[in-house]
């Protein structure tokens, strides 16, 4: 199978502080790793799409500097939310596909972050 | 780029009887279209995928259907179980670059027994 980790799953923090989500595959590497965004009852949204050794490439409207994202190794990439405030709570997903492999993608667990 | 369209947004039907949603995509550079299904709270789990190169691929009692030319696929569930309500989800993609799925808004499925 494919599996991809997320950590932590729940996260609460203060307001102004930052908090750091790592996204991994276990068993297989991936060259490229997306970040997504999820509203209650609303479908998920592309952040930005996270290259090994590379920089992300960011969607439209993402603050590159308040989403921090680093995909130091085939296995793991992280993404930092920067001096969080409340509107940025929210179901943070990641998805990796094998480097082998040319689309399917699969889910991490998913991370809610609840600023307050 | 790439917009998803899908409906309906809710859809409520009674167990054993069938489920079908829609979606169109505006990108005709896009050939790769998976369906995933979402619990509350959960990952999303993909549950069939289908590529430009055929119309039409089943999963037991899923299945997908895609017309390339009107740039619409759906998703078909035949004898609906209760196990089967969640939200589902479809996406396109292009395999160039970084295969970025674009997705679908979200339909609601709610079997009732």
């Known amino acids: 199978g494919a599996v991809v980790s997320q950590h932590p799953s729940r996260v609460i923090c203060k307001s102004g502080t930052s908090v750091k989500i790592e996204c991994r595959s276990l068993d297989f590497q991936a060259t490229t790793m997306f970040w997504y965004r999820q509203f209650p009852k609303q479908s998920l949204m592309l952040m930005a799409t996270s290259n090994e050794g590379s920089k992300a490439t960011y969607e439209q409207g993402v603050e590159k500097d308040k989403f921090l994202i680093n995909h130091a190794s085939l296995t793991l990439s992280t993404l930092t939310v920067t001096s969080a405030h409340p509107e940025d709570s929210s179901f943070y997903i990641c998805s990796a596909g094998r480097s082998s492999s040319t689309d399917t993608q699969y889910f991490g667990p998913g991370t809610r972050l609840t600023v307050l | 780029g790439e917009n998803v369209e899908q409906h309906p947004s809710t859809l409520s039907v009674q167990e054993g009887d069938s489920a079908v949603i829609k979606c169109t995509y505006s990108d005709s550079a896009s050939n790769y279209f998976p369906w995933y299904k979402q619990e509350l709270g959960k990952r999303p789990q993909l549950i069939i995928d289908i590529r430009s190169n055929v119309g039409e691929k089943k999963d037991q009692r899923i299945a997908v259907t895609l017309n390339k030319t009107a740039k619409h696929f759906s998703l078909h569930i035949t004898e609906t179980q209760p196990e089967d309500s969640a939200v589902y989800f479809c996406?396109?993609?292009?395999?160039?670059?970084?295969?970025?799925?674009?997705f679908g808004q979200g339909t609601r499925l709610t079997i009732n027994p």
């Open positions: 996406a396109a993609s292009t395999i160039q670059g970084a295969q970025k799925l674009v």
